[in-house]
């Protein structure tokens, strides 16, 4: 058996690819099981894609929760079955839209929104996925989910006259398919539209530029660098406090136990000015990083007002 990695690795998934191919290409190339990614690209879709390996599994559920940010083309005038331009055209309509109409109709959609999941998607419903009963020319009633639009701006319109298509940046909350944002707009038009190409250039911190394909990722591997493409579980949460729980209560830490503020080493401010009192340091659901005297990693874990503890939210620490 080779190395086993562990960790976050920023994949560049390439066209023509789900996102469980990706996943289990890695298996082979990897040569271990134990593998996840945070969050399905569309096939025809490319660009960042998050896999987790080994221990980094755990936080693949906490991963689905960061902002994403994509670029997406629109075609305007025409409206298909799975809301992007690999599906059925159900409507051609003529294009006669001013670039101040187009402006005023994204910027419409910034800050909450409430939206319509597409029949063609993962979502599940009754036990069946929504593209299953597409599939079967079932179309059934969805809930709208809310989501957030942090940013969204239009980065070309060189083609909005000729081709009807337009270039949108947007940056978005987990559960947003942009392929419906392209349709919505679409009938804010009055037109229809749909998405014609989506790259995907962040997830959270990992970004486009630092994305490795697979061939990348092999070559990676035969060459033994690929270690060095790997965030480590902690370096996702860097931005998180750091605090280092004294030895005597190392056996609690090892058993996933609840910790208390007493329990943590405290280091001496440089300015008597600089100490602020346990109970203002913490607010309810503050997250913080774990780890023991000699900088052994626990978890994360999140602080509970009510009873003073922090309990564990994931726990990374392997006896082995």
Do not use: W
């Not at 080994?54 to 994403?68: A, F, I, Q, S, V």
């Not at 996925?129 to 059934?140: N, Q, S, V």
């Amino acid at each position: 058996m080779g190395n086993v990695y562990n960790g976050l690795l920023n994949v560049y998934k390439e066209a023509g690819y789900t996102s469980n191919d990706v996943v289990a290409k890695l298996r082979g190339i990897l040569r271990q099981r134990k593998i996840g990614h945070t969050g399905t690209l569309d096939p025809d879709a490319v660009g960042v894609m998050v896999v987790c390996l080994g221990n980094g599994t755990r936080l693949c559920d906490m991963l689905t929760e960061h902002t994403k940010e994509y670029i997406a083309v629109c075609r305007l005038g025409v409206v298909t079955d799975t809301q992007d331009m690999s599906g059925n055209i159900l409507e051609e309509n003529p294009v006669q839209i001013t670039q101040e109409q187009l402006h005023e109709a994204v910027m419409a959609f910034k800050g909450d929104y409430d939206q319509i999941p597409p029949m063609y998607s993962a979502i599940k419903i009754g036990g069946k996925k929504l593209y299953e009963l597409a599939r079967e020319g079932k179309e059934i009633e969805r809930q709208p989910r809310h989501i957030h639009i942090e940013a969204i701006s239009i980065l070309d319109i060189s083609h909005l006259q000729d081709e009807h298509v337009f270039t949108m940046e947007v940056k978005c909350s987990k559960g947003t398919y942009i392929r419906t944002l392209c349709h919505d707009i679409g009938q804010r038009l009055g037109c229809g539209a749909a998405m014609a190409h989506l790259t995907r250039t962040a997830v959270g911190s990992f970004h486009l530029e630092d994305a490795m394909t697979l061939d990348q990722i092999t070559a990676a591997r035969d060459d033994g660098s690929l270690s060095d493409h790997i965030r480590s579980a902690e370096a996702v949460f860097r931005d998180l406090d750091e605090v280092h729980v004294s030895d005597a209560f190392r056996v609690q830490l090892e058993n996933g136990n609840s910790i208390r503020q007493e329990q943590f080493v405290r280091e001496a401010p440089e300015d008597e000015q600089d100490v602020v009192e346990p109970d203002q340091m913490y607010e309810d659901g503050t997250k913080i990083r774990v780890y023991g005297q000699d900088e052994t990693f626990f978890g994360i874990y999140t602080y509970d007002a009510r009873t003073g503890f922090f309990r564990v939210e994931k726990f990374f620490f392997d006896r082995s």
